[in-house]
């Protein structure tokens, strides 16, 4: 099945059309700025004119930073506030005159990476982090999604994760390699401790330079790499509004 998947985050937004046999991008990798600001109006004007430009007709999956149950955003992660208690599946739905389907982004990285990706190994705990402008998390048990975990804003370090160690913190504070991989291993080991995964799977934008930092990680569970990299959000919307459909 062809749809087209979106991935809106706090600084871009990335679409095309994948193929959920095999996970491709079927068409050109489409990327625009995140609206500033983020409200539900200007970012369902850009979701619009994306697919416009496709000439697209058919379903869309949308990776979605914030909490959603029932296509309702139930908070906001580095988007305008004003997301909260919006019905985002309704709104780009009508917006588009597409069948939309919405889903956490980071869940949504996640069902990609199960799929297609570094979750070959499904039994036990996978805990997958997506940490570029804010940490997103996706937990699984046996293969089988627990939605909507939002572990980037767990209160740590004074303040919430994602602030302490997210790629964006990283370049803001021009922290070397080694200062920004101690602290991410300080919160890994963290998560450990609460969870006690299997694997770690390590996706957004520190995963290309996995190398660099690993050498200060020190937790017992691997660290493995996302495969799918930048595209993993894309294909994961792909893969769960597919799921909607034949459900």
């Known amino acids: ?24 991008l079927i068409s050109e990798h489409k990327r625009i700025a995140t609206p500033k600001p983020a409200t539900p109006e200007n970012i369902a004007r850009c979701l619009a004119e994306l697919i416009r430009e496709t000439g697209w007709t058919g379903p ?10 029932h296509g309702v955003a139930y908070s906001a992660s580095n988007i305008d506030p004003s997301w909260i208690n919006t019905d985002a599946q309704s709104l ?31 039994s036990g705990v996978t805990l997958l982090l997506t940490i570029g402008t804010g940490i997103g998390s996706a937990v699984f048990v046996n293969g089988e999604l627990h939605p909507n975990t939002e572990l980037g804003h767990l209160k740590f370090a004074g303040s ?26 300080e919160y890994l080991n963290h998560l450990e401790f609460i ?3 299997d694997r770690f ?24 790499a ?20 034949t459900k």
């Open 1 to 24: 099945m062809n749809i087209f998947g979106v991935d809106i985050g706090g600084t871009g937004i990335k679409a095309a059309i994948v193929n959920t046999l095999t996970g491709e």
């Open 60 to 69: 869309v999956g949308c990776g979605f930073p914030a909490t959603v149950h």
């Open 92 to 122: 780009f739905s009508q917006v588009t005159d597409c069948p939309c389907f919405v889903v956490n982004d980071a869940d949504a990285a996640g069902m990609a990476e199960m799929r297609f990706g570094a979750g070959g190994e499904k």
């Open 160 to 185: 919430i994760a994602e602030r302490y160690c997210a790629e964006s913190t990283r370049i803001t504070q021009q922290l070397s390699w080694q200062e920004w991989g101690s602290r991410f291993n």
């Open 195 to 197: 969870f006690n995964p």
């Open 201 to 224: 799977i390590i996706g957004g934008g520190v995963a290309e330079h996995i190398a660099e930092f690993l050498p200060f990680i020190t937790t017992k569970a691997p660290i493995l």
């Open 226 to 245: 996302a495969k799918s990299l930048n595209q993993a959000g894309i294909i994961g919307a792909a893969l769960f509004a597919e799921h909607q459909l």
